[in-house]
């Protein structure tokens, strides 16, 4: 089992920067690929970003190619999601999830979830 908690997410105004965290627990070698979708309000949930095991590789949807960034430590065990140039569109809950399969944009390729962090960009 692995466990994720998420942490970072707030209210901002648009044009403003927010860093997203996300901590993993117990088994981390079955979160090889660890990922940040988010949810929007009356929409369905959607993938935002993904990182390899090793960092080597990144993966961005379009609507935050050049805005957003996807790290990790893993001597921390942790991956962040760094937020620029935010925008009322950004507005939604994130969660992070883990995995072994790349690129994994899809949900069901996902075996563990956070419980989400709550962004909202205010403009």
């Known amino acids: 089992q692995v466990q994720l908690v998420e942490s970072g997410g707030g209210l901002v105004q648009a044009g403003g920067s927010l860093r997203l965290s996300c901590t993993a627990s117990g088994r981390t070698s079955s979160a090889r690929t660890m990922t940040w979708f988010r949810q929007r309000p009356g929409k369905e949930r959607e993938f935002v970003a993904a990182?390899?095991?090793?960092?080597?590789?990144?993966n961005y949807a379009d609507s935050v190619k050049g805005r957003f960034t996807i790290s990790k430590d893993n001597a921390k065990n942790t991956v962040y999601l760094q937020m620029n140039s935010l925008n009322p569109e950004d507005t939604a809950i994130y969660y992070c999830?883990?995995?072994?399969?790349?690129?994994?944009?899809?949900?069901?390729?996902?075996?563990?979830w956070g419980q989400g962090t709550q962004v909202t960009v205010s403009s």
């Open positions: 999830a883990g995995g072994i399969v790349w690129p994994g944009i899809r949900q069901e390729s996902y075996n563990y």
């Open positions: 990182i390899n095991w090793s960092a080597t590789l990144t």
